[in-house]
């Protein structure tokens, strides 16, 4: 996931959910440097699947999705700008069909809305409203 500033976030894929949460600094990139990623921070969801499959930052870098197997979770960053911290707390649930092997999650441009998808040949790209 990056932030509208460039700061990416990544979390990795476990069984259960529980992902490590890391951020690379944008001063990593084209820098030619080796950056180091440290991160003892865990998302706070537990799935009984390899989870999660996807994520996007909300183009005002206010929200955050992350895509699990059987469901949208929704976190608000209520002002603040460590999504590391935002991370660890409890989502919301968001609505979402069920997608056969459904992998990937991303906002529309103007943050009122978010699409997912599946993976495969003639997969459906759904479109649902933010409703909270």
Not at 30 to 51: E, F, K, P
Not at 63 to 81: A, F, Q
Not at 105 to 118: E, H, I, M, N, S
């Given at each position: ?5 460039g700061?990416?976030?990544?979390i990795?894929k ?5 992902g490590?949460?890391a ?17 003892n921070?865990y ?5 009984t699947?390899?989870?999660?499959v996807?994520?996007d ?5 206010d ?11 929704y976190?608000d960053m209520n002002?603040?700008k ?16 069920l ?10 441009p ?5 699409y997912?998808l599946g993976?495969g040949?003639?997969s ?9």
């Amino acid at each position: 996931m990056v932030d509208p500033s460039g700061e990416v976030y990544i979390i990795s894929k476990v069984d259960g959910g529980k992902g490590l949460i890391a951020h690379v600094p944008s001063s990593g990139w084209n820098s030619g440097n080796t950056v180091q990623v440290n991160s003892n921070a865990y998302l706070s969801i537990s799935t009984t699947h390899r989870d999660p499959v996807g994520g996007d930052i909300s183009p005002s870098g206010d929200e955050i999705l992350v895509k699990i197997r059987e469901s949208v979770l929704y976190w608000d960053m209520n002002g603040s700008k460590d999504y590391v911290s935002v991370l660890q707390r409890q989502p919301v649930i968001l609505p979402y069909i069920l997608e056969n092997r459904g992998e990937a999650v991303a906002w529309q441009p103007d943050g009122r809305g978010y699409y997912t998808l599946g993976e495969g040949l003639n997969s459906s790209l759904y479109h649902y409203n933010l409703v909270l």
